[in-house]
């Protein structure tokens, strides 16, 4: 519910502070999974990580009554009524991210802190996944430096216990649909997520294209927020959905759903068609600091609403499983 609250609140672009703050709250829940109904008698729901003032008296009305009267009114502004078919997903058996960055690219924290924000969390594994060349402004990787990510990666792995890290990319898809590295490249690498940042007002018939040439690529895993939307300030790329995702189903490529409260990408509607169409779907933050971590119970709101149940979900995958989907 507080996910909920926070993707709601996210329509709106001056609500995005507060979007946040419920995105943040709902994750330290799931995290330190307290005992609310004894904090709420001791009026101290204050005392859990991330949880105010305000969104204590939310959660009190939650823990008090199981339902909410400020989420019911944000469903009936936003026009988003709750729905009987939405799936179950305990987010207590996520197993890990596979789409991250870090200060390789545009993250902001090197490679070994977002390792421990990861392995704090409980995680398995985390897929570390900087930007390719093309996108120049955030320095991405070509060939050479993927190569010397990798020494540095296996530095980081020799200090994590349980978390194994993966070394990928998230590749520019080109307007013409190819990828912004060569193939040979790709196939090194543990995760592929082939996404679309420029050019996303092209003609949804050259937008369609694009997108099905991306997917049909052997060596991508998972399309990075899909449509490339931002909520309450851009729209998406519009193509043919249907054909893309039937498409992506039948080379097995995965949709992602990014759980970043500015992207929150496939949209839970969107991300229903992807499930009749077939897909399998990741469930990512798209973290550039170990804090955006917190981002995934949104997401699991979303596929939650988008009634995916929870086997469609790569993330819920242990290590071995996870690594043979992606090969
Ligand atoms: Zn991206
Ligand atoms: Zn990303």
New binding site residues.
């Given amino acids: 519910m507080l996910s909920e609250i926070g993707y709601l609140l996210r329509q709106d672009p001056e609500q995005r502070f507060r979007a946040k703050a419920f995105a943040a709250a709902a994750w330290s829940v799931v995290i330190s999974r307290p005992d609310l109904e004894a904090l709420q008698k001791a009026n101290a729901l204050t005392s859990i990580e991330a949880v105010g003032a305000g969104i204590a008296k939310i959660l009190a009305g939650l823990v008090e009554t199981g339902r909410s009267s400020y989420l019911e009114r944000l469903r009936n502004e936003m026009g988003q009524p709750a729905r009987d078919d939405e799936s179950q997903i305990d987010l207590g058996q996520y197993q890990g991210d596979v789409?991250?960055?870090t200060d390789w690219s545009d993250g902001r924290a090197t490679m070994l802190d977002m390792a421990q924000g990861a392995q704090a969390l409980g995680y398995r594994y985390l897929g570390v996944?900087?930007?390719s060349p093309r996108i120049k402004v955030v320095n991405g990787l070509g060939a050479e430096r993927l190569l010397a990510q990798s020494q540095e990666m296996a530095g980081v792995q020799s200090q994590m216990k349980e978390l194994t890290l993966l070394q990928g990319i998230?590749v520019d898809i080109l307007e013409d649909g190819a990828l912004d590295l060569p193939d040979p490249v790709l196939e090194l690498l543990d995760v592929v997520?082939a996404?679309p940042h420029v050019k996303l007002r092209q003609e949804p018939a050259a937008m369609t294209e694009r997108m099905l040439r991306a997917v049909s690529n052997p060596h991508v895993d998972v399309v990075?927020?899909p449509t490339g939307r931002r909520p309450g300030s851009r729209e998406g790329a519009s193509y043919d959905f249907e054909a893309v995702f039937k498409e992506a189903a039948r080379h097995n490529v995965a949709l992602e759903i990014?759980c970043?409260p500015a992207r929150m990408d496939l949209s839970p509607e969107m991300a229903r068609l992807a499930l009749e169409c077939g897909c399998n779907f990741t469930l990512?933050a798209?973290a550039?600091a170990p804090a955006e971590l917190a981002y995934v119970p949104m997401g699991a709101w979303m596929a939650r609403r988008a009634g995916i149940p929870q086997d469609r979900i790569l993330n819920f995958l242990d290590v071995d499983e996870l690594t043979s989907a992606l090969r």
């Fill in positions: 789409h991250s960055h996944t900087d930007h998230e997520i996404s990075g927020h990014d970043d990512d798209d550039h």
